[in-house]
């Protein structure tokens, strides 16, 4: 199947009431991790159903596709974003131009998903932020995925069949040999692989036991990792931690009933 094809079986699948309920968690999480992130330059790496930009402030704000633009009222015309046609592993940037970055399940669905992080990585600028979503294999909707795999005849797959489905951990190691450092970090989804809307509210109250009892095991991963450049000095904290240096070098005494000497002060 192609990449094409891999992006409309996502699209029709997150129509349905477990594509809606995982779509639903996404948009909050999206929502209050961006929007205190300051800068002028941010970019979404497609799923144009999710606004992840629209809590947003940054003046200049993008939506990459690889695809025809997205319908009127979907996500870019919602947040006033510019659509940029394009391939994931060959961003239209310059290096170190972006200073937030989103990938909501773009890297399961690249064709080459190190590649893809490779050229995220490029365009964010130092310090710059990358905000990335993946279904995790390692939970009941991944279980019941891989049920449907090996029984096609007996049941149906439960997720979308294409795409490559990175584990989270792995998703940690790739981001450390980049030399990103993941700031925040959680799962969710909980409920049980269900296909009805009824039902997936029933079982909601997982999600607050889940999170709390067995937090790596929700269907669905969250994190936010920074981009470290090693060498690296800011220099306005380089400046005010050599003022505050000189500030405390007055020598103080120590007590005679100790061995007389002068320190600077910490």
């Excluded at 999170?211 to 400046?239: C, D, N, Q, T």
Aim: glycine share 6%.
């Amino acid at each position: 199947m192609t990449r094409e094809a891999s992006i409309i079986e996502l699209t029709d699948w997150l129509q349905t009431p477990p594509g809606q309920y995982l779509l639903t968690w996404q948009q909050a999480q999206f929502d209050a991790a961006v929007v205190d992130l300051f800068g002028f330059h941010a970019l979404q790496l497609g799923l144009p159903e999710l606004q992840g930009l629209r809590s947003n402030r940054m003046p200049h704000r993008w939506l990459a596709l690889d695809a025809s633009p997205p319908p009127a009222g979907a996500g870019a015309t919602a947040l006033r974003a510019e659509v940029v046609l394009c391939d994931f592993d060959a961003l239209p940037f310059e290096s170190g131009s972006l200073d937030l970055l989103l990938l909501p399940h773009a890297l399961e669905l690249a064709s080459d998903p190190h590649e893809a992080l490779r050229e995220a990585e490029r365009v964010l600028r130092p310090e710059g932020r990358m905000v990335i979503s993946g279904l995790n294999p390692a939970s009941l909707w991944g279980l019941r995925q891989n049920l449907g795999r090996a029984w096609p005849s007996r049941q149906q797959a439960f997720l979308p069949q294409q795409g490559e489905f990175i584990g989270y951990w792995r998703l940690r190691d790739w981001l450390r040999l980049l030399s990103f450092e993941v700031e925040t970090a959680q799962f969710g989804a909980y409920v049980p692989p269900l296909r009805t809307e009824r039902w997936l509210q029933r079982w909601s109250w997982l999600e607050t036991v889940g999170s709390r009892w067995w937090p790596v095991l929700g269907a669905v991963y969250f994190l936010v990792a920074v981009k470290r450049v090693r060498g690296m000095r800011l220099v306005g904290l380089e400046r005010q931690r050599r003022q505050n240096k000189r500030a405390a070098a007055a020598p103080v005494a120590v007590s005679r009933q100790h061995k007389t000497s002068f320190f600077e002060k910490p």
